[in-house]
């Protein structure tokens, strides 16, 4: 890697985003000895993984029958670390500029990144809760009465939660929850839930044990404590019929609000907040700037980490003649060519 005078970092390839995809990628280019920097808003790379579900367990990754999000990261981390990524961390890309042969990169942090060419691998952009019309519940969100996300299940041993949605979020931290919580309520507008059909059915099960308490119908309603602590939880139903439930802690799991952010003002094909690739090469509609991941839209695009990590190889692959031009690529399986050194 390399800065000139005025502070500019070079690099073959620029890498927005520092989830699992995006972290692989680097992986991907440095087998093809392509040095990389690697850009995040977030303070710490693993993207959705580590600021959502950090000890949630993904069942999909291959040869993990289970792995929680923190540990992926971490393993992707290291297998990206010898080739000597330069992160760029607590910053998001503001602008990208054509530049010769390749791309200028401006950060909010005020780094300036030449890159060969761009791989997107942003997730679905900018993220942020949808946080429930609720008075007062600035100052619960500040003491941590009320969270959207669970980084540590530890320090949820012997409270009172009241967790409040229906999807996948909301019953598999019911279900994780339940066994170390000194009470968990449910809180959902109907019976039926969201969620995988064997998840929800381990949730009515637990509920019929009495291991978890479920309030249906009803919604939030309103917030009880004083000085940012939190007391209780106002339920209600359509019918206006109200009840207290007394809780330490609140987890409204209504889903992610997204956003583009400045990716939108960058003239690439957007289709419906997504970008739209080539499928053969992930390229954008831009030369040298590639999109993988969930950002990343093509027909029968599957929103899988694992269709992420194929994506990353094969921008990785079209991009080698960006980088080394006239230069032959003979493939060859890591079991052969191993791990070559940082470039």
């Not at 200028?104 to 300036?112: D, E, F, I, Y």
């Not at 009320?146 to 530890?154: D, Q, S």
Request: net charge negative; glycine share 12%; hydrophobic share 45%.
């Amino acid at each position: 890697m390399a800065s000139d005078s005025a502070g500019m970092i070079e690099t073959d390839v620029a890498v927005i985003g520092a989830g699992p995809v995006g972290l692989f990628a680097v992986f991907e280019c440095g087998m093809l000895r392509m040095r990389c920097v690697v850009i995040d808003a977030l303070d710490a790379p693993g993207g959705q993984c580590a600021a959502l579900y950090p000890e949630k367990p993904i069942y999909d990754i291959p040869a993990h029958p289970a792995i929680d999000g923190a540990a992926l990261v971490a393993r992707l981390e290291a297998q990206a670390a010898p080739f000597a990524p330069h992160y760029l961390l607590g910053q998001r890309v503001e602008t990208l500029v054509a530049d010769g042969d390749g791309w200028r990169l401006s950060t909010s942090g005020g780094a300036t990144v030449r890159a060969r060419a761009v791989i997107i691998a942003a997730g679905a952009g900018a993220f942020g809760p949808n946080r429930p019309p609720l008075a007062g519940i600035e100052g619960y969100e500040a003491s941590g009465g009320v969270r959207y996300l669970v980084t540590r299940r530890e320090e949820f041993r012997g409270k009172r939660v009241v967790i409040a949605g229906g999807g996948d979020s909301a019953v598999d931290w019911a279900l994780s929850l339940k066994d170390i919580a000194a009470k968990v309520v449910v809180v959902h507008r109907r019976p039926k839930f969201r969620a995988a059909p064997e998840t929800a059915a381990q949730l009515e099960a637990a509920a019929a044990r009495g291991e978890i308490e479920l309030a249906i119908p009803y919604q939030l309603h309103g917030l009880a404590g004083a000085d940012g602590r939190l007391s209780g939880v106002e339920l209600a139903t359509l019918k206006g019929e109200t009840r207290l439930v007394e809780a330490d802690h609140l987890l409204a799991f209504f889903g992610l609000s997204m956003e583009l952010g400045p990716i939108a003002d960058w003239s690439l094909g957007l289709d419906k907040h997504h970008i739209a690739v080539t499928p053969a090469t992930l390229e954008t509609n831009l030369p040298g700037v590639y999109a993988i991941g969930d950002i990343a839209t093509y027909p029968g695009k599957l929103k899988l980490i694992l269709q992420g990590f194929s994506e990353a190889a094969m921008a990785a692959h079209a991009i080698h003649p960006r980088i080394f031009p006239g230069a032959a690529l003979h493939f060859e399986y890591s079991t052969t060519k191993g791990v070559p050194g940082a470039a």
